[in-house]
């Protein structure tokens, strides 16, 4: 079963709008949250990555929210940009072995 | 580019038959991670080595079986393939045991027809 939930599948935004992906997990032996981020016929790349005793982190454009208590984390992707477009995935990392989350489809319209 | 690569890009064979896909880590890296891609399941971990020995198993069948060699190449062999093995399969390294941070290769793309 999937350890990470993730929503929406997928989210159409225009130019300079916030995407907002979320991912949930039940097991608190989680430590490590990174967003990986794929286009198609690559491999995914990892953008941006959290760890629990930290609430928010940026890099650049890129913002992960963690909620702790509510075992949910997102991601906002600020002044969204066609090139942003891509394929985005949730993971939590667990004895280092990655569980993803079901990945989240987002289009940037000009 | 992630400095991960992974032979060949595409793959195409009969129900039955046996592959091998081929992954080099990074330059430095000792940990090598193998994940299958696919539309119902999405990305699953498979198995993990470092430094020439298994470390952790995923969702890794037992007609599958995976190795790392000296020089820490990797090499994932699937056998007695079923149309449900066709999936991309990814290659993933990192500096070492205890590292979180894993860089992905381009992935092999198998189908089984």
């Known amino acids: 079963q999937q350890q990470v939930k993730q929503s929406p599948q997928s989210l159409i935004v225009q130019k300079g709008g916030i995407p907002i992906i979320n991912c949930a997990y039940e097991?608190?032996?989680?430590?490590?949250f990174p967003w990986y981020q794929q286009f198609p016929g690559k491999g995914p790349a990892l953008l941006i990555a959290?760890?629990?005793?930290?609430s928010e982190k940026k890099e650049g454009r890129f913002t992960i929210s963690f909620n702790k208590s509510a075992k949910q984390f997102s991601l906002h992707i600020m002044d969204s940009q066609p090139g942003d477009s891509a394929t985005y995935f949730c993971a939590a990392s667990n004895d280092y072995k990655l569980s993803f989350g079901a990945g989240t489809t987002v289009t940037v319209r000009a | 580019d992630s400095g991960v690569t992974q032979t060949p890009k595409h793959l195409i064979t009969a129900t039955g038959q046996r592959v091998t896909l081929r992954c080099s880590p990074r330059s430095g890296d000792l940990s090598v991670y193998w994940y299958q891609q696919s539309l119902d399941q999405g990305l699953q971990f498979l198995i993990q080595?470092?430094?020439?020995?298994?470390?952790a198993k995923g969702n890794i069948l037992e007609r599958f079986s995976a190795q790392q060699f000296p020089d820490l190449h990797s090499e994932l062999n699937l056998s007695s393939l079923e149309l449900g093995d066709s999936a991309l399969y990814f290659c993933?390294?990192?500096?070492?045991?205890?590292?979180?941070?894993?860089?992905f290769g381009p992935g092999t793309r198998l189908t089984v027809l």
């Open positions: 959290i760890r629990p005793d930290v």
């Open positions: 097991n608190t032996a989680f430590d490590y």
């Open positions: 080595y470092y430094n020439g020995e298994e470390r």
């Open positions: 993933a390294s990192s500096v070492g045991l205890l590292t979180d941070t894993q860089y």
